[in-house]
Each structure stands twice: as C-alpha cells, then as structure tokens.
C-alpha cells in the first residue's frame, strides 16, 4: 500500500557539530549542496559546520543557514534514492527548506534570505533581555492564562505550540522565569531555551517592515505539493500569501500540532524528518499514535527509513 508522505523540514535547535558530513562523505550529491552553500554565502560555512566549535554553530547568523544547508543535503540524497514527498511542512526556519522542497523557493535565494532573517532576528532585541522557555505538562489554555496573569511585568506570550503538553514561551526573561514559577507551582516541567531573542513573539513585530523589503523582489513560485505553513496551519498556494506568512512568521507563533493535525486530517500518514535531529519526529509521536514518524540525517537512518517503508 502506498503511504502518503510528509517531509518535514527542523528549525533553528536542532544543529549540531558534524550533521550532515556522512551524507557529503558518501553522496556527491550533497558535497554539491555544501560547496552552493559555502560559494554563495562566501564563506566555508561547510567547515563550521563539519569541524567547527559548538559556539560558533549557535550563532543565530551561523545556526540558521547550517539548517538550511545540511537539510537540503538530506533532501537531495533522498531525492536522488527516489523516496518523494506528497506534501512538506518546517518548523519555523524549516519552512524556506519546506518551500524548497516543494519548488517554491531556490536554494540560493534561501540561503541569503535566512542570513539576514537570522540577523534581524538576532538585533531587534536587546542581547540578554529576551529568551524563550518551553512548559511541559500544562495544556496550551493553561500556559496562555499564565502568560497573561504576567503581561503587567512585560511582554510574555505563547510562542510555539508544539505537541500536546508541551507550549513555548516567548519574552522578556525576568517574565518567562516568573511564568515557569507558575508553572512548576502547577506540577509542571520547565526549561529555559538557550536562545537569546524572543523569537515569534510580537516582540519581533519591529521586523515586518525589513522583512517585507528582504522577501519584497524574491522569485517564489507555486508550490508543486501541498505547503503547509505555520502562521495560519493551511494549505498556501499562493505565491503573495507564502511570501506575507514568512514576514508574519517571525513574530507569530508557531502553530505547529495544528498543522500537523491537518495533514493527518487530510490522509497523510507518513512523516520523514529530513535534516539534522528529531524534535518533530517526536512531536509527531505524541501528535498521533497511529501515524509512523521517522527521521533521517545520515546514511544510517536512510536505511533505516528505507526498510521502515518496505515493511509497511
């Protein structure tokens, strides 16, 4: 029987030093993605990310383009093994690999893109100010009353609805510790992300202007398979209203089990996590029990994949 399958695209997290070296080592199909990389962003990006220092990988500006480039080195080996996707969603900066990967976006147009992007994201608030922080095991309506009991210390609100039993916050830092105190009194887990802005809160609504003027003159086409974006958990088609949701998306949440309940409404059943790590392989497990969630960054869980799709 013949699944229909997601691939899903990680956002800005999920890095580590070495991911994706196995793929360039063995496939030259993703050696050529790292070289386009290093060559339009006129650095050895490939180095930082193959050999580089953990610091240096979680800078914003670095982090982001790295994502971007060892999941589109994933994506052309499994392209080039014929596993195709029916439809594509990503995870907040996973999103310019989803558009990719469903012809939408050019590569090279998403590289300098997220450069800035990252940059932007990274200035607009004071370093050290800002922060996000996830609550596990309060449902999305308790968190959200939370954050609003401590908007009269300063601006904190929900800013990724991941899974269920698990929402992150976004703020001010003193208001995210004092939410997580709330929360922890509530019997709830807590943890401070290691990010230093407030991304998708309206925090970042200063960036709109910038972001309209940096995607304003950027090609995006129709996507060739179903696009699933985050701001509004449908369905894009449009090339006008995929460009307005990546302005939105830096300071709108991440509505994330949204879209993924969407696609299992819509029959998909199979979701392949191409790119580095597998946070949303295991948001997906706790999104549903009946759909199969796997991830592949190397070789090995290729074929781990490959043989999963055979037995099923």
């Not at 976004?170 to 922890?184: H, Q, T």
């Amino acid at each position: 029987m013949n699944k229909k399958t997601v691939f899903l695209f990680p956002g800005q997290g999920s890095q580590y030093v070495g991911m994706g070296q196995a793929f360039a080592t063995q496939f030259p199909v993703a050696r050529d993605i790292f070289a386009e990389a290093d060559a339009v962003l006129g650095f050895k990006l490939s180095e930082i990310i193959f050999r580089g220092q953990e610091d240096e990988l979680r800078n914003t500006e670095i982090t982001q383009p790295a994502i971007l480039t060892v999941s589109m080195a994933a994506l052309a080996v499994m392209q080039e093994v014929g596993i195709k996707a029916d439809a594509t969603a990503g995870f907040s900066l996973g999103e310019y690999s989803s558009l990719i990967c469903a012809g939408s976006l050019n590569f090279s147009d998403a590289l300098l893109l997220v450069r800035e992007r990252a940059r932007y994201m990274q200035n607009t608030v004071p370093a050290g100010k800002g922060g996000m922080a996830a609550v596990l095991g309060l449902s999305a309506d308790e968190v959200s009353v939370l954050c609003e009991k401590c908007l009269p210390l300063g601006h904190v609100e929900p800013a990724n609805f991941n899974c269920p039993g698990q929402v992150v916050i976004s703020g001010y830092r003193d208001v995210l510790e004092e939410v997580c105190r709330l929360a922890r009194e509530q019997k709830a887990r807590t943890v401070m992300l290691s990010v230093s802005a407030p991304f998708h809160s309206r925090l970042l609504f200063p960036l709109h202007d910038k972001m309209s003027l940096l995607l304003k003159d950027v090609p995006l086409s129709r996507p060739r398979i179903p696009f699933v974006n985050n701001v509004h958990a449908a369905c894009l088609q449009e090339p006008e209203a995929i460009r307005n949701s990546l302005v939105e998306q830096v300071y709108r949440p991440v509505l994330w089990e949204d879209s993924m309940k969407l696609l299992l409404h819509d029959g998909y059943d199979f979701f392949i996590e191409v790119g580095p790590g597998r946070v949303l392989t295991g948001f997906m497990k706790k999104i549903s029990r009946r759909a199969q969630a796997i991830h592949v960054e190397d070789p090995e869980t290729m074929e781990r994949m490959l043989r999963l799709r055979e037995e099923v």
